[in-house]
């Protein structure tokens, strides 16, 4: 059967790349890519493009109408910094574009729905060090909040009307093609910028936090490896632990310093992003994961700052 794929948040950090992506896989005219802003000119002209408030019902049901999707990807959503700053539209985008678009999936048929969760659903009493699939979840961030609430919803959608949703808890995601949006993981992105530009940094997290990272080739090969996986290896509806690497501002900037040497790091005081990250785990175990679909990163510390660098330098 052929697939028709609808990407909405196609122009975010990674939309950006699951479009080039996914249109590689499959055909550029196979996946739809749907952002309320304007894209670049490399999504724009590989393939379709729509605009779309995943808010607006009825634009999102005239886009179901007219492409039919077998597969969704729901990436539009506020991070954790931002949404600290707009509480009640966080929830709202979070929250009822999930709803809208699991509404619209089980209208039309649509074979299979992605909606990412983030490490952002644990909380301040979650295990910290390789924190498990489940465990004590009490995330103290609007973002968190709406991310756990999706992953329930996710899961009753599958138990109720057998909607085929499948989802993963990003860790902070690296990535060199889209600028990140309003993260509290985004120091582990501006960190390469500055140093290549400046040669210097003031991070606004301190030197001791520790964070599980991931970088995007990884991200987005998991990503299109879970949608492929068959439905029956699934095991987990609500959102599976995923995870890459982990590390404190401090060793990143030792790594980078192996490629400039003059490199240097200061911090800032008094963020309010600080709090987020001390209410996250420091480590994630992905096994389930690695079990049910194979899930297995390609990128340690090393190769990551390695390929993050000689990409920002071209
Ligand atoms: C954020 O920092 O808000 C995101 C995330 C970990 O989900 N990168």
């Known amino acids: 059967m052929s697939e028709k794929i609808l990407v909405l948040g196609s122009n975010g950090q990674i939309g ?3 479009v080039t992506a996914l249109r590689k896989a499959y055909t550029n005219d196979d996946v739809v890519a749907c952002d309320i802003r304007r894209p670049d000119y490399e999504i724009k002209n590989a393939g379709p493009f729509e605009f779309v ?5 009825e634009i999102l049901k005239e886009i179901f109408l007219k ?6 990807y729901l990436l539009a959503a506020l991070l954790s910094a931002t949404g600290e700053q707009n509480p009640k539209l966080a929830w709202d ?24 969760s983030s490490i952002a659903a644990f909380g301040p009493n979650s295990p910290k060090d390789q924190t498990p699939q489940f465990c004590t979840m009490d995330p103290n961030t609007v973002y968190g909040i709406s991310k756990l609430a999706g992953e329930r919803w996710c899961e009753y959608y599958y138990q109720k009307y057998n909607l085929d949703v ?12 889209a600028a990140p949006g309003g993260g509290t993981t985004d120091y582990a992105i501006h960190i390469f910028h500055d140093a290549l530009k400046k040669g210097s940094y003031a991070s606004f997290l301190s030197a001791e936090t520790e964070l599980p990272m991931m ?12 949608m492929d996986a068959p439905a029956d290896q699934i095991q987990i509806r609500s959102s599976y632990n995923f ?13 980078i310093r192996k490629h400039i040497p003059q490199f240097k790091l200061t911090y800032s005081e008094h963020d309010p992003r600080q709090a987020i990250a001390d209410s996250w785990p420091r480590s994630i175990d ?25 990409n920002l330098k071209k």
């Open 16 to 18: 950006t790349e699951l």
């Open 67 to 72: 492409y039919k999707p077998t597969q969704v």
């Open 215 to 226: 970088y995007m080739e990884d991200a987005i090969r998991g990503t299109i490896e879970l």
């Open 166 to 177: 499948r989802s993963i808890r990003y860790p902070g995601l690296i990535s060199w093609k």
């Open 286 to 310: 992905d096994s389930q994961a690695r079990t049910d679909w194979n899930w297995k990163p390609g990128f340690d510390l090393a190769k990551m700052t390695e390929d993050m660098l000689s």
């Open 53 to 57: 408030n995943v808010l607006d019902k």
């Open 243 to 255: 995870a890459g690497v982990s590390f404190t501002p401090d060793v990143l900037a030792a790594e």
């Open 93 to 116: 985008l979070n929250m009822n574009g999930l709803l809208n678009v699991l509404d619209l999936a089980l209208a039309f048929k649509t074979a299979k729905v992605y909606w990412p």
